[in-house]
């Protein structure tokens, strides 16, 4: 069976820190997507990355940045320099890349970025 | 609009009621979804829709009725809903699956509705 599990239900850290949020997946597919989504109070899920199981570069978009290491099943987003309007909580998602593309989503870790 | 809308934002209904919540996407996708986000649980996905047929009903009560008469509009029809059924329910549309290897298949969600079954 699939499963993701988000260890940190809760992170809290001051303004310009650097934080890493943990993703660990389980799932018997040798093909298969990551993704990383942001809920901020609003409530809309926003979505920040797709990463294919066969392609483990890292990736960097401005302060955030993405390690994925299949061989620790892991999937870990930092952010570098956090500030106060990145505190939401982040989902990791293991999906499906053939059929009805189900997406299985941890638990969430709540972030919290103190001024 | 843009994006993935949702109608009502706040519901509050009761248990013998009759509602509806509204969907609907403006991103040309053919795939929409339906989830159920409730405090102590992770998302979970209740329905799936491809080109407007159902492919996947992840045993959710008949209390839970969705309707999907274009690729652009998803509807999830209520009644009797028990006090458990209080949540953020949440709609999401991406690419089909025979479409998703060119063109990606994430998925992009709405605001929710957040229902309270009185």
């Known amino acids: 069976a699939q499963k993701v599990t988000q260890a940190q239900t809760e992170i809290s850290v001051v303004e310009k820190e650097d934080v890493t949020l943990d993703c660990v997946y389980e799932?018997?597919?040798?093909?298969?997507?990551l993704f990383w989504y942001k809920q901020p109070p609003s409530g809309e899920l926003v979505f920040l990355i797709r990463?294919?199981?066969?392609?483990?570069q890292n990736e960097i978009s401005g302060r955030y940045s993405w390690n994925f290491q299949k061989s620790t099943s892991s999937f870990n987003f930092t952010i570098t320099a956090s500030q106060v309007v990145d505190s939401a909580v982040y989902f990791c998602?293991?999906?499906?890349?053939?059929?009805?593309?189900?997406?299985?989503f941890g638990q969430g870790t709540r972030l919290t970025i103190n001024p | 609009e843009t994006g993935v809308t949702q109608t009502p934002r706040h519901l509050v209904m009761g248990m013998t009621n009759k509602k509806s919540l509204k969907c609907e996407q403006h991103?040309?996708?053919?795939?929409m979804y339906w989830y159920k986000q409730s405090a102590k649980k992770p998302l979970e996905l209740m329905f799936v829709?491809?080109?407007?047929?159902?492919?996947e009903n992840n045993s959710v009560p008949s209390r839970f009725s969705p309707e999907c008469p274009n690729s652009s509009h998803l509807f999830l029809h209520l009644h009797t809903l028990q006090p458990e059924d209080s949540a953020l329910y949440l709609c999401?549309?991406?690419?089909?699956?025979?479409?998703?290897?060119?063109?990606?298949?994430?998925?992009?969600f709405g605001p929710g509705t957040r229902l309270t079954v009185t």
């Open positions: 999401a549309s991406s690419q089909a699956p025979r479409l998703a290897a060119s063109r990606g298949n994430e998925q992009y």
């Open positions: 799932t018997r597919d040798t093909t298969y997507y």
């Open positions: 990463r294919n199981s066969f392609d483990e």
């Open positions: 998602a293991l999906g499906e890349i053939q059929g009805a593309q189900k997406l299985v």
């Open positions: 991103l040309g996708h053919n795939a």
């Open positions: 829709y491809n080109f407007k047929e159902q492919t």
